[in-house]
């Protein structure tokens, strides 16, 4: 690459435009070539330049105060709506498993506390309580028609 | 933006996810960019903070854009573009035409260098200052640009080359006559 076809790509290489053969080519050419160094550092102060010299003005302070108002109430739902949110969430399938799983135990375990009615073993509890009438000790008024 | 830095797309995801502070970065970004884009293409001061809130707040909140599948300058200046065509043609005028903005310049607030880009840049086209302000502020790529005004991206960076061409000459010859 000469200087006169490096000239013509000064400003796609200092807008980050050149493909990848290009980029190479001209970094190299800049590399040997002072005076081309010189106008490519001279492009790239001035383009700097521009983009602060444009850059001049800004909102009022007040836009920003209002405007980031705005956004959060836009992006940060209120506490109740949050609630409402969460409880419309949809239950994932492992929390359903979960749940039937946790109901099955609690059945199982008070099936197991249940006495079998079908046939009557005696426990070690109910040793401990025979001839426990509980009649005697509360006593119940019953009904005489 | 240095390594590390969270991209535009990434404070915007954020933002929508309800962490604001994510909106104070975003809007460090491209306060002046946007604004200053703006700005030049309204030439009311008062008029531009609106529209710059307008199109700041669609961006954000609205679902348009999506942070996963393009980049936010683009859109965001896309975006400012058509608003302030809009307002042109509801308010029955012309396409605007950027003016030379009044600025911290005029209270002698800044250097001779700027007040010669902010000259130069007043001697230009319409054409040509939009597209140094997209390339230059909204740092937007030639493709997108090209998107953007619905050109072939060839036809951009002729033209954007061409305009740099003009701005630099302009500047060079504010300088040798001051
Ligand atoms: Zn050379």
New binding site residues.
């Given amino acids: 690459m ?2 006169e076809i ?2 013509d790509k000064l400003i796609g290489l200092a807008h980050d435009e050149l493909d990848y053969e290009s980029t190479a080519e001209a970094s190299a ?2 590399a ?2 002072p ?3 010189m ?1 490519y550092c001279r492009l790239r102060a001035e383009l700097h330049g521009v983009a602060i010299a444009l850059c001049e003005n800004r909102p009022r302070p007040e836009v920003r105060v209002a405007l980031r108002a705005r956004v959060a109430a836009a992006v940060q739902p209120k506490s109740g709506a949050r609630l409402l949110a969460s409880l419309r969430r949809p239950v994932p399938v492992y929390g359903a498993v979960l749940a039937a799983g946790a109901v099955a135990l609690m059945w199982l375990a008070s099936a197991r506390s249940r006495p079998d009615e079908s046939s009557p073993q005696p426990s070690s509890h109910a040793v401990a309580i025979d001839g426990y009438d509980a009649d005697v000790h509360n006593p119940v008024p019953r009904l005489v028609l | 933006m240095s390594v590390g830095e969270p991209t535009d797309e990434d404070l915007v995801a954020e933002l929508r996810g309800g962490r604001v502070p994510a909106f104070d970065r975003l809007y460090e970004r491209y306060e002046r960019r946007l604004f200053a884009y703006v700005f030049r293409t309204v030439g009311d001061r008062s008029l531009a903070e609106d529209l710059f809130q307008d199109v700041f707040y669609t961006v954000l909140v609205d679902r348009s854009f999506d942070p996963a599948r393009g980049r936010f300058a683009p859109w965001l200046f896309t975006v400012a573009r058509n608003r302030c065509r809009m307002h042109a043609r509801r308010a029955g005028q012309a396409p605007p035409q950027p003016i030379e903005t009044p600025s911290e310049a005029d209270l002698g607030l800044s250097s001779d260098a700027t007040s010669v880009v902010r000259t130069a840049m007043a001697g230009l086209s319409h054409d040509h200052q939009e597209l140094i302000v997209l390339k230059q502020l909204g740092e937007l790529s030639y493709r997108e640009i090209a998107q953007l005004q619905g050109e072939h991206e060839g036809t951009i960076k002729s033209r954007l080359h061409a305009a740099m061409k003009a701005l630099r000459r302009r500047m060079a010859e504010i300088g040798e006559e001051g």
Avoid: I, S, V
Wanted: with cysteine.
């Fill in positions: 000469n200087c490096l000239d050419h800049l040997g070539c005076r081309c160094a106008a």
